[in-house]
């Protein structure tokens, strides 16, 4: 066995019998090179192969960390972040990092919305304090209407239907796996090149007229789908 399978192996033993718990710190690389009189090289080998099996992740400048439950999503079915996270035992949490004003400029706006302009909101989520998902909003300008007067750090959906009477009535997803955007990984404590999950979704009303159309960057170790069949 290679050093490095040999100290992934005693990670996560200590994991599997409960020594390190969900949330809890990893021992720093250097403290595991003196174990195992081993080089840095070969101690991170171990922890990317633990953090791409999902065990373990790492925050930039913080350390290493065991990888908390999963949040469950079910991609077929509409998605309210909050009222999902909060079901599932988690306390969620957004932040709005970007409003732009209405533009066409945006390719969005082309190849989704006629060339209209439209806002662009870019929103960063959390779950019990950790970076999740970063995503990306695009809505019509002339529907949504001083959009940047809203509240828009709880439920879009909310807001959507509340204040401008638009209802999302049906949903389309594309689901590819990718690397996260340079910004994203940024805002997310992650370093550049991190493998994620890209949800491309349009959202409908009950007219089939598209509500918005959304891009969002999840972190591959924080959620787990679940599909049902029949």
Not at 160 to 175: A, G, L, P
Not at 180 to 195: C, I
Request: proline letters at 3%.
């Amino acid at each position: 066995m290679l050093l490095y399978q040999v100290i992934r192996n005693h990670i996560q033993n200590l994991v599997n019998e409960g020594r390190l718990k969900a949330g809890s710190k990893l021992p720093s690389e250097r403290s595991l090179q003196e174990q195992f009189n081993s080089t840095r090289i070969t101690v991170r080998e171990a922890l990317a192969r633990l953090e791409s099996e999902g065990v373990i992740y790492s925050q930039k400048r913080r350390g290493w960390f065991v990888t908390p439950e999963k949040l469950k999503w079910h991609p077929a079915r509409k998605v309210n972040f909050n009222a999902l996270s909060e079901s599932q035992g988690f306390t969620p949490s957004t932040k709005v990092i970007e409003l732009m004003a209405p533009s066409n400029e945006h390719s969005i706006a082309f190849t989704h919305f006629d060339d209209k302009p439209i806002y662009k909101l870019t929103r960063a989520r959390y779950l019990d304090g950790r970076g999740v998902l970063v995503e990306e909003i695009h809505c019509l300008a002339a529907r949504f209407n001083h959009l940047e007067k809203q509240v828009l750090n709880g439920s879009i959906t909310d807001v959507m239907k509340q204040q401008y009477q638009v209802d999302v009535s049906h949903e389309q997803c594309n689901i590819s796996v990718t690397v996260l955007p340079d910004y994203a990984a940024e805002l997310l404590e992650k370093n550049s090149g991190t493998p994620c999950l890209k949800v491309q979704r349009a959202r409908y009303d009950n007219k089939d007229n598209l509500v918005d159309f959304n891009i969002e960057f999840w972190l591959h170790d924080c959620i787990e789908m679940v599909v049902e069949g029949h």
